[in-house]
C-alpha cells in the first residue's frame, strides 16, 4: 500500500475516533520501526459499550472508504478491542484496562514522548 494511502487511512481513523468522542488518543508511528503496520493508534471509551460501538462503526467506515473489511478482535468483552486495518492498527480499551497494559509505553520507541500523560 502506497505511503500517502496508509496516511489516508490513519487520518480517516483519527478523524472519525474524535468525531466518535474517543479519550486520549495517541497515535503512535511504526513505519520503518515494525513491519506489524505503519500506525498504533490508543484511545480509550467510557464503558464496554461505547468501546464495542466505536470499534464497529470504525470499521465500517473503513470498508466504506475502500481500505477493505478490518479485522475486529475483543468483542463482545469490549474491554480491549483490536481493529486491524491493515497498515492502521487500532487499540481501544476501557481505560482501566488500558491503563493495566500500557501500550504506550511497550511500543513507545522514543522514551516515552508517544505516551499520553494519563493522571
Do not use: C
Not at 494511502?5 to 486520549?24: F, I, K, N, P, R
Not at 471509551?45 to 470504525?58: F, I, P
Not at 491493515?86 to 480499551?93: A, E, Q, S, T
Not at 484496562?97 to 505516551?115: P, Q
Amino acid at each position: 500500500m502506497p505511503a500517502d494511502t496508509s496516511d489516508d487511512l490513519h487520518d480517516l481513523v483519527m478523524q472519525q475516533l474524535d468525531d466518535d468522542q474517543a479519550q486520549e488518543i495517541v497515535s503512535i508511528p511504526l513505519e520503518g520501526k515494525s513491519s506489524v503496520a505503519d500506525h498504533m493508534v490508543i484511545a480509550s471509551g467510557r464503558s464496554t459499550r461505547q468501546v464495542a460501538a466505536m470499534a464497529q462503526k470504525l470499521a465500517e467506515k473503513v470498508k466504506q472508504a475502500g481500505y477493505g473489511p478490518a479485522r475486529i478482535e475483543g468483542l463482545p468483552a469490549a474491554d480491549w478491542v483490536l481493529i486491524d486495518a491493515g497498515d492502521v492498527v487500532v487499540h481501544l480499551f476501557r481505560p482501566e484496562v488500558r491503563s493495566f497494559y500500557n501500550l504506550e509505553r511497550m511500543w513507545s520507541f522514543e522514551g516515552g514522548e508517544a505516551a499520553s500523560g494519563r493522571a
